[in-house]
């Protein structure tokens, strides 16, 4: 079967810095995404990775290991309004994409 | 520029009643997605449509559920005979070219079978 694995939830302090990791096991890959998703709102892009290493745009950055179907989402200098969910996607063999549950964030001051 | 739309936001019918969702994709994409999400998951995958056609049905449930795009852009999913178990949001999301291409989602429906 297809599986992502995230943690349910963390808790890290503003202005701080979180690492959120994602494990998958799918039928192929086809690249694997990060999304953000506020309490009530619709999914928003953050990232995408489909080579091993690291990608860096501003406060986030997120890796991925292939070899070892791992992924990380790395959060700097965070802000109150980056409390919200974030999902681990990855595209499989037929292009659709296999969701994570999500990890909520809860930001304290 | 505009982006996805989906309407109704909320919806709420009795259990057996006929429903139907619409999207309104971003202008000139092509690929089209249909999810729903209960608290505390991630999207599920319900259909995929490339252009007027379903692409990939593999992830509605039963055929109570189904899909269509006639002319390329907006997309309807209907529902009949709904369950209280059909209560979810249900999100639809849209992408320039198809894949590997990152989605955009609109704000969902929020439907509640009683």
């Known amino acids: 079967g297809q599986n992502i694995d995230q943690p349910t939830e963390m808790t890290a302090t503003e202005g701080a810095i979180v690492q959120i990791n994602c494990t998958y096991q799918?039928?192929?890959?086809?690249?694997l995404f990060w999304y953000q998703q506020h309490a009530g709102e619709a999914p928003t892009f953050l990232s995408y990775?489909?080579l091993d290493g690291l990608e860096e745009k501003g406060r986030f950055s997120s890796f991925l290991s292939r070899s070892k179907g791992y992924s990380y989402l790395l959060l700097k200098e965070l802000q109150m309004k980056d409390s919200a969910s974030y999902l681990c996607?990855?595209?499989?063999?037929?292009?659709?994409?296999?969701w994570g549950a999500g990890t909520k964030l809860i930001i304290k001051p | 520029g505009a982006g996805v739309s989906q309407t109704p936001s909320n919806k709420v019918t009795e259990k057996g009643k006929y429903v139907e969702l619409r999207c309104d994709p971003i202008?000139?994409?092509?690929?089209l997605y249909w999810y729903r999400q209960s608290l505390g998951q991630g999207p599920e995958f319900l259909i995929y449509?490339?252009?007027?056609?379903?692409?990939?049905d593999s992830g509605l449930p039963n055929d109570r559920f189904f899909a269509v795009r006639p002319e390329g852009s907006v997309s309807t999913l209907k529902i009949q005979r709904t369950e209280r178990g059909d209560s979810a949001v249900y999100l639809c999301a849209s992408s320039p070219s198809g894949p590997p291409d990152e989605q955009y989602f609109g704000p969902g429906t929020r439907l509640t079978v009683t």
């Open positions: 449509f490339q252009g007027t056609g379903a692409a990939d």
């Open positions: 996607a990855v595209k499989d063999s037929n292009y659709q994409l296999i």
């Open positions: 799918t039928s192929g890959f086809n690249g």
């Open positions: 202008s000139g994409h092509t690929a």
């Open positions: 990775n489909v």
